[in-house]
């Protein structure tokens, strides 16, 4: 076995000799061999799963980010799970691999940014927003498609059900978390993320309050838009 | 001469009335219109003058009418609405009046207009990123060696979610039909009473062609009562038979009509 | 193996080189993401269509090949094609690649949404909503599978056991909790449920359903559907 010295080189001429870069080195080629053999965006919690026991996947996939900078593929973040992908400025290369999708309608494409921008939404403040209702057929394709799902029941009368973006939305859109939507500080800052009762009819609405308060366990994007 | 020009112009004001029924279908309801319409003002959506606005709304309504479009209800009640919008916008308020003022309803148009914009560039921004399977990708040859077999069984939530609708589904169905066990149809009725006239010599209540088992249940009794008084009519209108009925609320009695 | 110190003279001087060396740094860019993306092995020629005109792409592959030696993964050689593949000593990360997945059978399927949805629930229950018998093998692998378990016993004569659905359950369903489940009219207003109900029969089963879930305490959901 040559391997583990010419590792230990690559490691030292790379990161300037860690006191502990063999094993690391190690690690790093695990999440590396991991990360190549799949398609689907792996968490930090499946990795430690499938590694000996005692590495430390998130260091690795920190040496390993960096290994990949500027590379043909790259290391990407899509919600709390990691993959690799062609870097985008080579798709041109690609036309061959490139599937042809739907082509979304555009009632789709808003209702996809508002669940994306206002998530958790229900479909009545959707169709608030749109000053339109939403066909069954729009919402039944983003969920088709898994860039929508059914989130946590919103507590207020009638306990209606609300809709957020799915991990396939982000790894599609290229997007780390739903924060790195564009333009969500400014649209936040302008308050259009608010969900702004009509005047005079007040009650109906305004239980948007409500949840962010009810939102405080972990997990969930809901709390995204509560803080700050 | 006088004829071809009306003629002409009948066909322009047609081409102009097609024109904005395509115009009101490419809309996505009243406030997708006034989105538009707000563009003419080349303002910033903050500025915007919401009367102005209403008023162009109101003018794009009334000339839809005019041509005698059919408009959907919602462009009907947005063009209510911002009427009496407008009529509070220019009014001077009336402090005995309760409920929001006008400029708080106006402020509020131009924050869902905004709103609804705002969306839309955001949607348009989401598609313009670049996207997984058209500009980068995922890794072409996935691994799935199989080396150690080992079977696990999946399900997605949305299997869950259809499969406990299929067993809902049919589930609703049931109820439907025990209830059609307490209902004696039409035509079961006509059919009996078709069957049985014939042997009636004078006049009897139609009560007395219940059938058996009909009569105690009063759901069923109900059900059977008055679909053989319909089937009655029905055959009085054949002229198969003749009613009658001597008081208010007295039994009504039939018999056979001899020819 | 005399090829790596070549290459990596190779690659110093391209890299030192002012002119050529960006040029064949992106060709390997270029090369690393068709490889990466291809779902089978390229030959030269095919590399060759597919990048721009006036690329070496076999020395691009031989500069790949360099760079990812001793890496979690290597570029290899099958017949006249190449391929990127996890490096061999790395096959045992594997292991959780080579689970076969299968559907759940559909009455499991079935058995796991009542149970999900009415839970806590007996057999008798279970059946009497399917309409059918529950086979002992369905409640079995459901209990294998982790995704339900025995709940409290119900205090009816018989003392029957319940079933309660477990937190791998939620975990693997994306669920919070089982009351984020939702509700028949959420299912059809998303386009699921593919039959409709005869008229005025529908509403009834939703209303029970909005009715229950007013209630807050958070354990179970039976109050949800035993009005049903």
Not at chain 2, 44 to 73: G, T
Not at chain 2, 229 to 249: N, P, T, W
Request: charged share 30%; net charge negative.
């Amino acid at each position: 076995m040559s391997e583990p010295s010419t590792d230990a080189q690559a490691v030292e001429t790379a990161e300037e000799s860690l006191f502990d870069a063999p094993l690391m080195a190690e690690q790093e080629r695990m999440v590396e061999a991991i990360l190549f053999a799949t398609a689907d965006p792996v968490t930090v919690t499946e990795l430690e799963g499938r590694m000996p026991h005692g590495c430390d996947p998130a260091e690795a996939l920190a040496y390993l980010r960096k290994r990949y900078d500027g590379r043909g593929v790259s290391l990407v973040k899509i919600g709390d799970a990691w993959a690799l992908r062609t870097a985008p400025d080579l798709g041109f290369l690609m036309q061959k691999e490139t599937v042809e999708t739907r082509k979304l309608s555009r009632a789709a494409v808003e209702t996809l940014a508002i669940v994306a921008y206002h998530q958790p939404v229900t479909r009545a403040e959707i169709e608030e927003i749109r000053g339109v209702s939403v066909s069954r057929g729009t919402v039944d394709q983003l969920i088709e498609l898994e860039w929508i799902r059914f989130g946590r029941r919103r507590m207020t009368p009638g306990r209606p059900v609300t809709f957020v973006v799915t991990q396939d939305f982000l790894d599609h859109f290229g997007l780390e978390s739903a924060r790195d939507l564009p333009g969500l500080q400014e649209l936040r800052s302008a308050g259009l993320l608010e969900s702004r009762p009509a005047p005079g009819m007040g009650d109906a609405v305004v239980d948007e309050d409500d949840d962010g308060s009810e939102s405080d366990d972990d997990g969930d994007q809901s709390e995204l838009f509560d803080e700050t | 001469m006088s004829n071809a020009t009306t003629f002409e112009s009948d066909v322009s004001d047609r081409l102009a009335a097609e024109a904005l029924i395509v115009d009101v279908d490419g809309f996505e309801g009243p406030l997708d219109l006034l989105l538009t319409l707000s563009r003419t003002q080349k303002v910033d959506l903050r500025q915007i003058s919401v009367l102005a606005l209403a008023q162009q709304y109101l003018a794009f309504i009334h000339k839809a009418r005019d041509l005698r479009l059919e408009l959907a209800a919602d462009y009907l009640v947005m063009a209510a609405w911002l009427a009496f919008l407008k009529s509070r916008l220019l009014l001077p308020p009336d402090p005995s009046e309760d409920g929001p003022s006008g400029e708080e309803l106006a402020a509020h148009l131009a924050f869902q207009l905004e709103r609804l914009s705002a969306m839309r560039e955001a949607a348009a921004k989401l598609m313009a990123r670049d996207q997984l399977a058209r500009d980068f990708f995922a890794r072409g040859i996935t691994e799935d060696v199989t080396r150690t077999r080992r079977v696990t069984y999946t399900a997605t939530l949305l299997d869950l979610m259809q499969g406990y609708a299929r067993i809902r589904t049919k589930d609703e169905f049931r109820p439907f039909v025990l209830d059609r066990e307490k209902i004696f149809t039409m035509e079961e009725a006509l059919g009996r009473l078709r069957g049985l006239i014939g042997f009636a010599g004078d006049w009897t209540d139609i009560l007395s062609y219940l059938p058996d088992g009909w009569e105690i249940d009063p759901a069923k009794r109900r059900s059977a009562t008055a679909s053989t008084f319909a089937a009655s009519l029905e055959l009085a209108k054949e002229g198969k038979i003749e009613m009658r009925q001597g008081d208010v609320f007295s039994p009504i009695q039939i018999r056979k009509r001899d020819r």
